[in-house]
């Protein structure tokens, strides 16, 4: 069973940076996607980046330029790198993770492909 712990959420101001970090632990071989998502007080949960070692990275519009993603395989560990934060990027952060078994070359922002869960940290961005 994947476990998933994240860690590096706070508050911060408007461009401001944040780097959020997610360690998997059990079982995660070579095909999994990791993820991030966000959900804010009153609204739908968001896909924000996804990747998967030798699997394309990919974005959500709404981050794409400012939020960078990275792993660090030997660890189980993906990096969230946010830059240029915006009152809008305030919400819970989780992330997750799921075995990929597609062609596609590229990890699902999809919430629903994603079988195991973080607890989520707290991102605040104040204007």
């Known amino acids: 069973q994947v476990r998933l712990m994240e860690s590096g959420g706070g508050s911060v101001q408007s461009g401001g940076s944040l780097r959020l970090s997610c360690r998997a632990s059990?079982?995660?071989?070579?095909?999994?996607?990791m993820g991030w998502f966000r959900q804010a007080p009153g609204k739908e949960r968001q896909g924000v980046a996804a990747?998967?070692?030798?699997?394309?990275?990919s974005y959500a519009y709404f981050v794409a330029g400012r939020f960078t993603l990275s792993q660090d395989s030997s660890e189980n560990t993906v990096f969230l790198q946010m830059n240029s934060l915006k009152p809008e990027d305030t919400g819970m952060y989780f992330c997750?993770?799921?075995?990929?078994?597609?062609?596609?070359?590229?990890?699902?922002?999809?919430?629903?492909?994603?079988?195991?869960w973080g607890q989520g940290t707290q991102v605040t961005v104040s204007s």
């Open positions: 997750a993770a799921y075995r990929y078994h597609g062609q596609s070359g590229i990890c699902a922002t999809d919430g629903n492909f994603y079988t195991a």
């Open positions: 059990g079982y995660i071989g070579a095909t999994y996607c």
């Open positions: 990747t998967g070692k030798g699997l394309e990275t």
